[in-house]
């Protein structure tokens, strides 16, 4: 695949990408997130092969913003991740935990 000459264009990496999503949780639902984080981040280790690394970090000096970053070894194993069950059920109870929508940036390898 080639790869784009504007910024704007869609690029599909090929082999692993990084995915870093900044979330910010309503002020008193922290540890309803972090319960909710954790959980989930074991059934993504017990089920997606394809996800290399899934970790959440809070952004220190505050107690309601949030990064999680993710590995994975292909598009197809990230594509694949939003219809796992595990995140399919996750997702309305982020979603009533957040206070905005998150920030999602994805990062290809530089050849």
């Known amino acids: 695949m080639d790869k784009p000459g504007r910024a704007e264009e869609p690029y599909t990496p090929e082999g692993p990408l990084t995915i870093l999503a ?40 505050s107690n309601l913003d949030y990064v999680i970053i993710m590995r994975f070894r292909s598009w197809a194993d990230y594509e694949a991740h939003g219809d796992t069950a595990h995140m399919k059920g996750a997702l ?12 999602v940036e994805i990062f290809g390898p530089i050849d």
């Open 22 to 61: 900044r979330v910010r949780v309503e002020a008193g639902k922290q540890e309803e997130f972090h319960h909710l984080v954790r959980g989930l981040s074991a059934d993504i280790a017990r089920f997606e092969h394809g996800c290399l690394w899934y970790c959440a970090h809070q952004v220190l000096g």
């Open 92 to 103: 309305p109870g982020l979603d009533r935990l957040l206070d905005g929508a998150p920030q």
